[in-house]
């Protein structure tokens, strides 16, 4: 086999089809089940989206009703789980934190070793419901602040929100939230949903594919990377008495400087899209209005800078993480628990792809060429 047959890193290999999402790098687009992402941030809420995503159509207002109930019924986390929480160290990293989580909900569930479509749809929507609560459950303890226990009369962003402040946000925080949660939910076949379908396709169950998920996005290259561009920024120095023009200024001299020493800036690149990613436009407004409402220019000044610097230097678009990580930092987030909402909101694309694995299943088993030691003997 010579090395342009082999695809390292199955680039460009088109492994099956899919129902989910579509994403065309040559016209920037991303639709779920045929909407385009841009028009779903605008006008539905998550819960809205990831009942598209599971069930192909967007629900009635019967369906509506009764999906909202039983996510909301489903929002508080067991003490068994929270006793599991407590026993980690807060020098964990949340997302262990999270995959802990998603493995001792997974063996504990009522229906663990039923992988039938209606037991992982209950499974789907259990994960979707408590996953919130994990992650705000996280970051209170890690700042001994008290608990928070979710309300059932608020929205699900409203009420993540809720739960990691112990008060409710602003109408617009609320609904950038929102956007962000819409736009990270779904992408085809990235590395952690292919883990999850890796995972399905041995007849594993749902549990185990979400939590093998949140190791594959845990790392810089996937999802670590909206937590990357916040340390990115905060590297730089945030100075919250600097102008915009400032801030620009420094950030392009930074950027310039690591470009020279060959470093990988996290946020810019994308596998797929080279021409800029479809979701960037749409969260970047979402940025644009969190920075109003905080009056934080001098976080504009840094984002500008860095990346018109990259852009000229190496033509290279920023990527989702890269206006997500300050928008998530303008709500108040620390730093680490940025890719912890990312899982979230994902598990809802991860849960839509189990289950289209599991209705047409093939093992997912490649080639390997073997460049190790000839044969010999003992
Ligand atoms: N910073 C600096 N240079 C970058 C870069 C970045 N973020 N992303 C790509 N490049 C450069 C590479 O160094 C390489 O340059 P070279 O040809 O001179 O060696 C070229 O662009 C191609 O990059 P490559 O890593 O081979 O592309 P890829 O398709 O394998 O990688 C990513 C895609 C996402 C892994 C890559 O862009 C990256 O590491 N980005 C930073 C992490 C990130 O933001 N991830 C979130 C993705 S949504």
Redesign the pocket.
Known sequence: MTDTEMKK?L?GVVVDYTAVSKVNPDTNSLLYRGYPVQELAERCSFEEVAYLLWNGELPNTEEMASFTARERAGRALEPAVKQVIDTLPVTAHPMDVCRTAASVMGARHPLAEDSSHEASMAKAVDLFAAMPAVVAYDQRRRRGQDIVEARDDLGYSANFLWMSFGEELAPEVVEAFNVSMILYAEHSF?ASTFTARVVTSTLSDLHSAVTAAIGALKG????G?NE??MHTFEEIGIRSEESLEEAAARAKAWMEHA?AK??????????VYKHG?SRVPTMKAALDKMIAHYGRPELLGLYNGLEKA?DEA?G?KP????PAGPSYHLMGFDTYMFTPIFVASRITGWTAHIMEQAASNSLIRPLSAYNGTDQRSL
């Not at 990527?319 to 890269?322: Q, T």
């Open positions: 890193g680039a990235n810089p290259l996937h999802g990377a990357a561009v470009l060959k470093k990988k800036v996290m946020g810019f690149g994308h596998r990613d990259m190496k290279i990527n989702l993480d890269y």
